[in-house]
C-alpha cells in the first residue's frame, strides 16, 4: 500500500493531500501530544476530527488504522524505509516522529535513553492513573458509593506528581532539555484543570509543577497544536 488513497481509512476521512502525514484524532490529552508535536518539528500534515464515540473509534475504517478503537493514529505517506508507515499509540507515534526527524528526541545514547524512560512514565503511570481518578472523581465513577477505589487513584496521582515536582527542581524539563517526554507529560497535567482536580490533588502546593504547566502553555506550538483536529 503506497497511497493513503488506497488504505480503508480514506474511505471515511478522505485526504485531500495524500502525499503528507494524515493525522486522525481528537484534542483530548493523548491526542494533542501529536498535534503538538507534528507543530514543534514542522512537518506537513493533515487533520482529521475522530471523535471518541462508537460510531467513529469502531467504525470499520478506524479500526482499519487502529484495532484498538483510541486516537490518536496516523499515516505516514513518507517512511524512512521508502514505504509508508500507519501508527497508533501516542507515545510510540512521538519516538517515531522523533526519530523520524531526528527532533525532540536528544542526540546521545544516553539521552535518549532518559527520554524514552520519562515517556513510558507518562504511558505507564501519569496517563491511565489520572484518567482513572478523573473518572472517579468528576464522572460516571464518583457515583460508586465505595470510596476506595477513588481514594486509590487519588492517591497514585499525587504520588506521580511528588515524582514530577521532585524531577523539575532546578531545570526547565522533564529530561533536560524540551522533548517528547515534555509533549507527553504536560498535557497531562493541563487535564487535572479538566477533572476539576487541582485543588484535590493539592497542585497550588506544588510550584515546581504549576511553572512547568505555564512553561509549556506559553509555547507557540502547543497554543496551535492543543485544539487541533478543532473539537467543532
Avoid at 15 to 34: D, H, M
Avoid at 39 to 54: F, N, T
Avoid at 181 to 204: M, N, T, V
Wanted: hydrophobic share 40%; proline share 9%; glycine share 8%.
Amino acid at each position: 500500500m503506497k497511497s493513503v488513497t488506497e488504505h480503508p481509512i480514506n474511505g471515511r476521512w478522505p485526504a485531500a493531500n495524500p502525499e503528507v502525514l494524515q493525522l486522525y484524532s481528537f484534542p483530548t490529552p493523548n491526542g494533542i501530544k501529536v498535534s503538538i508535536m507534528l507543530e514543534e518539528i514542522g512537518l506537513p500534515y493533515e487533520a482529521h476530527k475522530v471523535g471518541l464515540s462508537d460510531a467513529d473509534v469502531k467504525s470499520p475504517e478506524f479500526l482499519s488504522l487502529n484495532p484498538n478503537n483510541k486516537i490518536p493514529a496516523i499515516f505516514d505517506p513518507n517512511g524512512p524505509d521508502g514505504s509508508p508507515v500507519a501508527l497508533f499509540e501516542s507515545g510510540a507515534i512521538l519516538l517515531y516522529l522523533g526519530e523520524k526527524t531526528g527532533k525532540l528526541v536528544g542526540s546521545s545514547a544516553s539521552e535518549k535513553a532518559v527520554i524514552t524512560q520519562w515517556l513510558m512514565f507518562q504511558m505507564g503511570g501519569v496517563g491511565p492513573m489520572f484518567g482513572q481518578m478523573g473518572f472517579f472523581t468528576k464522572f460516571a465513577g464518583s457515583e460508586i458509593e465505595d470510596p476506595r477505589p477513588r481514594e486509590r487513584y487519588i492517591a497514585e496521582s499525587k504520588r506521580l506528581l511528588a515524582v514530577i515536582e521532585k524531577q523539575l527542581e532546578g531545570q526547565d524539563w522533564i529530561a533536560g532539555e524540551y522533548s517528547i517526554a515534555d509533549i507527553a507529560i504536560a498535557p497531562w497535567l493541563k487535564a487535572l484543570a479538566f477533572y476539576e482536580a487541582e485543588e484535590l490533588l493539592g497542585l497550588d502546593s506544588l510550584p515546581n509543577v504549576q511553572a512547568y504547566i505555564a512553561r509549556f502553555s506559553a509555547r507557540p506550538a502547543v497554543q496551535k497544536g492543543a485544539s487541533i483536529p478543532p473539537r467543532d
